[in-house]
């Protein structure tokens, strides 16, 4: 994100861009339909994941898709930060967070972001069987139903219960192997077609996978 000072310019100090990625919103379809912010370099929030939300500091359920850009190194710090010099390597093309975001007034930010969010079925509802599969991936790998099945386990340790979760991150592994090996998907495009895999996001919950 370009954190800029009371006059708009940007700082250069990079803090903001270290911190993660802005989300993408609709006003931002221009650059992902461009290859600007190609697909690879996204991750999608699904819809009803836990997320901490940066501006009211708190975690909860997301309610859309979040899409935002990966990060890099092995952090959260975006990857179109330039590090040696807290640069943007695209600032011309900047998402929407980045042009409101301000280090004196967070105002602007703070009526933007929860808005317009962009969603997977804005962009991928028309590719043939894709969508059809990530909606039937999302059904069935609802965070929703998942921690419900994690609340009955942590009261009774019930068999069923068990299975149904178990089903549930094997059925996410499997659709993942499906997109590369049968529908020749780059892997790197997995994080934005499907969420990051249960394996990784479940234990954040404190749900052994």
Known sequence: MAHTAGNGVCR???TCC???GPAIHIEDRRLVDDGILPVRDLFTIREGEPAHENVRGHIAPATTD???IK??????????LCAETNTCRIYT???LECRVLSCRDTTPIGATYDRNRLTRKM????VPGLWELIAAHQQRCDYGTILALHARLKKN???EASRQLRETIIYDRSCRQTLVEKGRIDPHMLDFLLGRPL????PLLGITA
């Not at 394996?199 to 479940?202: A, D, G, K, R």
């Open 12 to 14: 250069r100090c990079g």
């Open 18 to 20: 270290r911190k993660g």
């Open 66 to 68: 979040i899409i935002k």
């Open 71 to 80: 990060g890099t190194g092995g952090s959260w710090r975006c990857r179109y």
């Open 93 to 95: 093309h900047r998402p």
């Open 123 to 126: 962009l991928l509802e028309t």
């Open 157 to 159: 340790p019930a068999p």
């Open 199 to 202: 394996t990784q996001t479940l």
